[in-house]
């Protein structure tokens, strides 16, 4: 069974930057689309940004365009997702998720494993 184990979450001033990091367990990383999703108190899990498993395919949410960057590598089995400029709008939990298929999806229903989480506080 697949573990996602997060890292780099904290607590930043708005426009400061953070890394986030994600360690998969498991031979078949390379296999699948990765993700990044958040969740802010009150609301749903909504799509950050998407990886196929080649890295050649990304996407993200209008409102980090620009800002956030997907990357992973298939050696380390590692997903990362570098937060610039960051708002207060992007606090919330973020969490890494494995996808079902190669390319990624940006529907929580595609993804069979996901992180615990790792808390992301902008303060203003």
């Known amino acids: 069974q697949v573990q996602l184990v997060e890292s780099g979450g904290g607590l930043v001033q708005a426009g400061g930057s953070l890394r986030l990091s994600c360690t998969a367990s498991?031979?078949?990383?390379?296999?699948?689309?990765m993700a990044w999703f958040r969740q802010a108190p009150g609301k749903e899990r909504d799509i950050v940004a998407t990886?196929?498993?080649?890295?050649?395919?990304?996407y993200y949410v209008d409102s980090v365009k620009g800002r956030f960057t997907i990357s992973r590598d298939n050696v380390k089995n590692t997903v990362h997702l570098q937060m610039n400029n960051l708002k207060s709008e992007d606090t919330a939990v973020y969490f890494c998720?494995?996808?079902?298929?190669?390319?990624?999806?940006?529907?929580?229903?595609?993804?069979?494993?996901w992180g615990q989480g790792t808390q992301v506080t902008v303060s203003s």
């Open positions: 498991g031979r078949t990383f390379g296999d699948y689309g």
């Open positions: 990886i196929s498993r080649d890295g050649g395919y990304m």
């Open positions: 998720a494995k996808s079902t298929t190669s390319w990624g999806s940006t529907s929580p229903g595609s993804y069979a494993a």
